[in-house]
């Protein structure tokens, strides 16, 4: 193999390889640190995502939010934009999503119900994220900070229309009245039994579908579209970009209404396919999620199915563990997430001098 | 004589809000001031929330154990500052992004905060209430009760200036300070310097990456003090997030006061205002406008620096610097 190759591997491979084990094995010392071997919550974990039928059908569940929120910080990556709006998207968008089943006549066919709120939710959250992208793009402002602000925007404006204006009557929980039933996107344990399958019930939904679905389209959209070229190559390097003709301005904003829009659905999972209203706080914690799946899946589609996939089992595993150990709750995941965010992403290169003169030394020239 | 009591009423409920927002007011103060110094210098610190929280945890957990405010405090800054460390090892030796960096420590925190919490006090993630000795205390400042007949000034006395705690007070006298330390020093000079121009910092034969390594772990030191004041001055025990987002107010305050310490210290008061206004208008019906939902004066902090932002009113211009790692050419 000659250095480039070499140091191809490394930065390909070996890097973002160590980089997640080191993340796991911060977190194994953490488990020893609050007295928890290890391996056995390993196991327990394991057994809690994967053991039951109950337990996979949640762990796909959260997989697939985070699946949403992954590819949607993914497709800000793309444009060299940091989305940390997630959070205020999601919400939007699940709003977004209640609306649409709200103002369509409660009786037409799910055929067209769900799509329309499926609709909602992306127009919602892309909308969310449009204003932070146009502002970066035609005023200049830090998309960073403009993302945080409409997260806390989202959160008050979310609480408003709940507590005021949304509220099911006569009703003290701020949440809206049930979507009718053709609003429901069916579970996964309604429709198996049609294929001779049995499933526990557990909330998992035709969501994940999309998930996949939206997972391809992405992947299409950023490798084979004109569009996605342009994407990418403004993220690679803007000034070369706005040589080659691709306006720069334009597609800071479209990255964000994609990302918004992707980050939206998870008020699809979460309210048209589980809780079947607006309900308070159903996004909390997947925007952020969606950082370090992003960053761990290294921004390609393929790798944030496996990254949400994990967060998702840690997610519902660490629900097992905080049965069996009273001091570890599912906060464990969100110190693992850090822990990821860390090391896969603010710490990327930190072993790269180290792997470089050990296995791609530069070959001395001989004159 | 009514009218004048009505008068008197009116007076006290204004200066109670006003109390309310120096209370409010400081913790933005103190993680401002962090902020300010660590992006002075070319570093972006998202991670201010992260920081104070870990601090709230730590200084509650010590004041917990040792009935001591000032080991509290010690604690609190030490976390916080190695905190800072971590950061600045990850955005200043490895050069990696400031933005990934702050927001893996505030999340790491978030979760590592209850997870501690559990194992060590079992109580949901919070630790136990402190009672007595443990917390920093108002200080009645001399003459406040033999003032107090005196009108208007008396009660302003009393009530506004006087009866806070010493963090309250370290908070505020350290905004000329800083001012002093950014503008009138030599390290200041090069703090500045470093987050306009560090090349030409570095081509003058000081460490770019040692001054920013400086600025970064002052900002920890600060964001340690504010997380003590917020867990065992202004409350009495730790609980789950109880930062709120302070962290990215201040963040907004920095902005908005765009990057000088006494504009900054403006905004974090009118932001501190704000919140107090709003505690103090929920659920009253006010003549002409009726009830104003409280949802919405919370959501200025966040508009206004959106507006401000955008270029709307003034400009927000950053270090120029902010935001780059430092690169020395080869």
């Not at chain 2, 209850?114 to 630790?127: D, K, M, S």
């Not at chain 2, 949802?295 to 935001?323: D, M, R």
């Amino acid at each position: 193999m000659n250095r480039d190759t070499r140091l191809a591997w490394i930065n390909g491979l070996l890097l973002p390889l160590l980089n997640v084990l080191t993340a796991f094995a911060a977190t194994a010392v953490l488990f020893v640190l609050i007295n928890v071997n290890p391996l056995e919550a390993a196991e327990t974990l394991l057994y809690g995502a994967f053991g039951y039928s109950e337990g996979i059908g949640y762990t796909f569940y959260y997989t697939t939010n985070f699946i949403f929120t992954g590819l949607a910080v993914a497709v800000a990556f793309h444009a060299g934009l940091f989305n940390i709006g997630g959070e205020g998207q999601a919400y939007i968008g699940g709003l977004g999503a209640g609306l649409a089943v709200f103002m369509l006549f409660p009786e037409l066919s799910p055929w067209l119900m769900i799509p329309a709120s499926i609709l909602g939710a992306m127009i919602f959250g892309g909308a969310w994220a449009a204003g932070p992208g146009y502002l970066q793009a035609y005023r200049g402002s830090h998309i960073v900070i403009t993302t945080i602000m409409f997260n806390f925007l989202a959160a008050t404006l979310m609480v408003y229309l709940l507590v005021k204006v949304l509220r099911e009557p006569g009703q003290m929980t701020p949440q809206t009245v049930l979507f009718p039933d053709n609003a429901w996107l069916p579970f996964v344990h309604d429709i198996l039994p049609a294929f001779g399958l049995e499933m526990e019930r557990s909330p998992l939904n035709l969501s994940i579908l999309l998930a996949l679905f939206m997972c391809l389209l992405v992947w299409f959209f950023l490798w084979q579209t004109r569009w996605g070229y342009a994407i990418r190559a403004t993220g690679r390097n803007a000034h070369a970009a706005v040589y080659g003709g691709i306006s720069q301005k334009k597609i800071i904003v479209v990255a964000m209404c994609i990302s918004g829009a992707l980050a939206g659905l998870v008020g699809i999972n979460e309210l048209v396919g589980y809780h079947h209203r607006i309900i308070m706080n159903f996004h909390l914690g997947y925007g952020f999620g969606g950082i370090a799946v992003a960053l761990m899946g290294r921004n390609h589609p393929f790798g944030i199915v496996i990254a949400a996939l994990l967060f998702g089992t840690l997610y519902q595993g660490g629900a097992e563990l905080a049965f069996e150990w009273s001091n570890i709750s599912r906060d464990i995941v969100v110190v693992m997430q850090g822990l990821v965010i860390l090391f896969c992403g603010a710490l990327e290169y930190m072993y790269k001098p180290w792997l470089v003169r050990w296995l791609a030394p530069v070959q001395e020239v001989r004159s | 004589m009514s009218e004048i009591t009505t008068l008197n009423e009116i007076w006290l409920t204004v200066l109670l809000t006003l109390d309310a927002t120096i209370r409010l007011s400081t913790p933005l103060v103190l993680a401002a001031m962090a902020g300010l110094f660590s992006e002075r210098s070319g570093v972006v610190d998202i991670g201010l929330e992260g920081k104070m929280l870990a601090a709230c945890f730590a200084s509650a957990t010590v004041a917990h154990f040792t009935g001591s405010p000032w080991l509290a405090l010690l604690a609190a800054v030490m976390i916080s500052l190695s905190l800072s460390l971590v950061h600045g090892f990850a955005t200043i030796t490895h050069k990696g992004d400031q933005i990934v960096s702050g927001v893996a420590l505030n999340i790491l925190v978030s979760g590592l905060t209850i997870i501690l919490g559990l194992t060590w006090f079992r109580q949901g993630g919070q630790t136990p209430p402190l009672s007595g000795d443990g917390r920093f205390f108002a200080i009645d400042l001399p003459g406040a009760d033999m003032l107090h007949s005196v009108p208007l000034f008396g009660a302003l006395y009393k009530e506004l200036i006087s009866g806070h705690n010493i963090l309250v007070y370290a908070a505020f006298a350290l905004v000329p300070v800083v001012w002093w330390a950014l503008f009138h020093t030599r390290f200041g000079l090069r703090v500045r310097a470093v987050g306009e121009n560090p090349k030409a910092v570095d081509t003058a034969g000081i460490s770019v990456n040692g001054l920013r390594y400086r600025a970064v772990m002052i900002g920890g030191v600060l964001c340690g003090v504010a997380g003590t004041y917020i867990a065992i001055a202004h409350n009495a025990q730790f609980t789950r997030d109880m930062t709120a987002g302070a962290g990215y107010i201040a963040l907004a305050a920095l902005i908005f006061g765009k990057w000088r310490p006494f504009t900054v210290l403006m905004s974090c008061l009118l932001f501190g205002f704000l919140q107090a206004f709003a505690m103090r208008i929920e659920g009253v019906d006010l003549p002409v406008v009726g009830a104003i939902p409280v949802q919405i004066i919370e959501a200025v902090p966040y508009l206004l620096t959106v507006i401000l932002l955008a270029g709307f009113i003034g400009k927000a211009i950053p270090p120029k610097a902010v935001g780059k790692p430092y690169v020395k050419e080869r």
